[in-house]
């Protein structure tokens, strides 16, 4: 799962959600001062992931990609935060302009005890609004080509982000409907895991 989808399955503590966010750039690894919400958050985030790669629906929606190579885990990562932006009221209770708004406010606020490394990972995603971005495949391109930039020479050579758009479009109502079908079970495996009462901004799950 990509950024929005790790903050929107997090309890609604800012430091939870936080620490969720940052566990990919920060490989896991909380700082010493850090508060027990942020390492919550980062191992929330391995559980979601772990979950997300054994799920039969990933599976099938990787094997729709199949002509492709080694970063159609990331492409879909990214897809399923457009899914998400699109199917937003099937999932929240609240509005998604509004959650969004009240999480850049948040972490701003919350991470400026944050080591220089995570303050500016947070920085860079608040200010470029990436969160808010995915509700359009404009967006979704954006993020394609921000990663294809930062592929190595090595890595280019076998895979870019870019070449997927044309199998996205060719397979968009598969995609989609495996989403649909995979999402709520990942929160149900999520809430399973963590108090209830935690999550006012889910909708209430079958």
Known sequence: ???????????????????NLLADPLKGKCWESADEDVCEGMRLHMRIDTFTDEHPEVSRSKKLLTMRGPLKGVVLDILYDHFLSIHW???????????????R??????????????????????????LDSYDRMDGVKRA?????NRLSDRVREKDGMMGYLSLIEMNRTELEASFLQFFPELMAHVQHHTPKELFDHWETLP
């Open 1 to 19: 799962m990509n950024w929005l989808a790790h903050v929107f399955l997090s309890p609604k503590r800012i430091d939870y959600q936080l620490g």
């Open 89 to 103: 009221q099937c999932f929240s209770t609240k509005k998604r302009e509004r959650f969004l708004e009240q999480f």
């Open 144 to 148: 394609f080509m921000r990663i294809d």
């Open 105 to 130: 406010i948040r972490a701003i606020k919350a991470s400026g005890g944050y080591p220089a490394e995570a303050k500016s990972v947070i920085h860079r995603v608040v200010e470029t609004r990436q």
